[in-house]
């Protein structure tokens, strides 16, 4: 590696000032070290970047090209041969350019193999890498549409699958919700009055003073949950027609159905004696 190094020129001094033999000793040692030492230190050399191998590149381009089709019907590509690999270097990357032989049942062209120049880069800074392709695969429309339906049919599983979970989880609640809701009718806090009969102030400060902690605790919660429903404006102005909208949504909270379905059967019997 070259180095710079500071030259200068001895200019004689003026016939009136005349140097002396130290000054003289002076000037000449800091061109000696001027022309022994450079200007700055050399820059600590950096470890090259390294290319990817040919087989290493062909796999990452084949991945990633795989999930660039909204339909998954890139996943049917498959490497067939690498035809060709040659390394690369510019400023900012280290590449491998491809030329990559690809397989699918499903090319537009009829063909059950085609070729694809890639470029795979590596970057220098943080050794992330990425792909470009020249052009991509063309694919049978038929078959574009067919990989459409069935990943429709895919996700309508999946959401169904959501949903039975959820609704599970929510009537085991519900069940759960219940079993405390019929123990509270024997249960008494810690005075001996009945559950029932407490005030929702009086209930609060109950479960708070034990902690929240024990069945009799479990079960006033349950109560308090159920009062908090009944109580809301929402319950307060509801129609007999939007209770019934209430208990039909399975998107409704299955404690909040329990209480509109205990409203509408009072409305419904209240209606039939009236008549």
């Keep these: 590696e070259q180095q710079r190094h500071l030259c200068l020129v001895l200019v004689p001094p003026p016939p009136f000032f ?18 022994l030492l450079p200007l700055s ?9 390294t290319h990817l191998d040919a087989a290493t590149a062909a796999t990452f381009a084949l991945t990633e090209l795989q999930k660039l089709s909204d339909s998954g019907v890139y996943e049917t590509l498959t490497l067939s ?3 060709s690999a040659t390394p690369e270097t510019s400023t900012f990357h280290e590449s491998m350019r491809l030329s990559l032989s690809l397989s699918s049942p499903h ?3 009829g063909k059950s193999f085609e070729t694809f120049s890639v470029l795979v880069m590596t970057s220098k800074s943080d050794k992330s890498t990425s792909f470009a392709i020249d052009e991509f695969p063309e694919m049978d429309p038929l078959a574009v549409e067919e990989f459409w339906v069935k990943k429709a049919k895919r996700k309508k599983a999946q959401r169904q699958e959501l949903y039975n979970q959820l609704k599970s989880g929510a009537e085991a609640l519900l069940s759960q919700h219940d079993d405390y809701v019929a123990k509270a009718s024997g249960l ?6 009945p559950l ?8 609060l400060k109950f479960i708070d003073d034990v902690k929240g902690e024990g069945e009799t605790a479990q079960a006033a919660k349950a109560l308090l949950q159920e009062r908090y429903i009944l109580q809301s404006s929402e319950f307060q102005n509801a129609s007999p027609q939007y209770l019934a909208r209430m208990v039909s ?11 509109a379905r205990a409203l509408l059967e009072k409305e419904t019997q209240s209606t039939k004696e009236e008549l």
């Design 188 to 193: 008494s806090d810690s005075q001996g009055r």
């Design 249 to 259: 949504s399975s998107s409704v909270d299955p404690i909040k159905r329990k209480v």
């Design 41 to 49: 230190a050399p820059q600590p050399a950096t470890a090259p970047a």
């Design 196 to 203: 029932e009969t407490l005030t929702n102030a009086e209930m």
């Design 81 to 83: 041969e690498v035809l």
């Design 18 to 35: 005349p140097m002396t033999a130290p000054a003289r000793s002076a000037l000449l040692l800091i061109v000696l070290l001027s022309i």
């Design 107 to 109: 090319f537009k062209s």
